[in-house]
Nanobody, 119 residues
Framework: QVQLVESGGGLVQSGGSLRLSCTAS????????TGWYRQAPGKLREMVAR???????IYKDSVKGRFTISRDNARNTQYLEMNSLKPEDTAVYYC?????????????WGQGTQVTVSS
């Protein structure tokens, strides 16, 4: 089964930057979109950024202008460049791949990587 492996999380000061990476174990057919979600303790998982098959992107309002999602299809990898980080960005970040094949909808998730922003 497809596995998504994440890396790049860590501890940074407010205003700092991090670059998250997510690599799939194999090429995935039928991708509707890929993206990044995050979850803080006691809170629901929320969408941070998405990139669709045509390259268009969608961002959570609070990260617009600070985060950039991109992908390298040849490497089965997507990235999240995070700049001007704030303490409110602290969460576990999860890589997601949404697949639609026929009438079957499925989601693949990475293991999560911790991002902590100190003040």
């Amino acid at each position: 089964q497809v596995q998504l492996v994440e890396s790049g999380g860590g501890l940074v000061q407010s205003g700092g930057s991090l670059r998250l990476s997510c690599t799939a174990s194999e090429s995935i057919t039928g991708i509707y979109g890929t993206g990044w979600y995050r979850q803080a303790p006691g809170k629901l998982r929320e969408m941070v950024a998405r990139i669709l098959s045509d390259g268009s992107t969608i961002y959570k309002d609070s990260v617009k202008g600070r985060f950039t999602i991109s992908r390298d299809n040849a490497r089965n990898t997507q990235y999240l460049e995070m700049n001007s980080l704030k303490p409110e960005d602290t969460a576990v970040y999860y890589c997601n791949v949404a697949v639609w094949v026929g009438t079957n909808w499925s989601n693949f998730w990475g293991q999560g990587t911790q991002v902590t922003v100190s003040s």
